[in-house]
């Protein structure tokens, strides 16, 4: 699979847009008598809130400066609520756009949410970016490679997994410990 500059960029910036959320949330609740008995951890963050932090992060970087980029893009179709895409990035003069759905990595979702997106986006670029927050975060690469194994897993013949676009990093708490938090970036094929 050829990792080109969209997917690099944004597989670049997820930890950083998911360090600042973290540093955000820990600062908003940490001392608030209201929040002694919860405090936020990886797993409680939103992957709404974590779509929105990439967003303004993509926003930032230099190198996608001459791209059009929307959050929450409608695409109007049959009657009822459009359907929505999570990112939308294009280049200022025109030109095929890439979509991105996000969310917490599970074979259907990643399968549903790519057929959607290619069903309106046949010609640009479709992807899935996947977060894991759970035991598989501290090596994602091991769970895509086992999912693409068996035979209830990913299907090759409809998604693009590269080992460059998967990769783990460490959350830090106010409390000086850590979560894992792994990210896996696919391609629609």
């Not at 990886?42 to 992060?57: D, R």
């Not at 791209?67 to 009657?79: K, L, V, W």
């Not at 599970?106 to 759970?134: E, Q, T």
Request: proline letters at 6%; one cysteine or more.
């Amino acid at each position: 699979m050829n990792v080109s500059k969209i997917p690099r960029t944004v597989f670049s910036l997820v930890e950083p847009a998911v360090n600042t959320l973290a540093s955000r949330l820990f600062t908003l609740s940490s001392g608030r008598p209201g929040s002694t008995k919860f405090q936020p951890t990886v797993k409680s963050f939103y992957e709404t809130g974590i779509v929105t932090m990439l967003y303004e992060h993509l926003l930032m970087s230099p190198v996608l400066a001459s791209y059009e980029i929307r959050h929450e893009m409608p695409y109007p179709g049959q009657a009822g609520r459009p359907k929505q895409v999570d990112l939308w990035l294009r280049p200022v003069n025109g030109g095929y756009p890439h979509l991105i759905e996000a969310g917490d990595f599970g074979v259907g979702k990643v399968h549903r949410d790519l057929a959607k997106i290619g069903a309106i986006n046949s010609n640009g670029g479709n992807w899935f970016l996947a977060f894991f927050r759970d035991a598989t975060a501290s090596c994602p690469w091991l769970e895509v490679q086992r999912s693409f194994a068996r035979s209830n897993g990913l299907d090759a013949s409809k998604v693009d997994a590269d080992d460059r676009l998967a990769r783990s990093f460490k959350v830090y708490r106010p409390n000086g410990q850590h979560d894992a938090f792994g990210v896996v970036l696919f391609r629609g094929k």
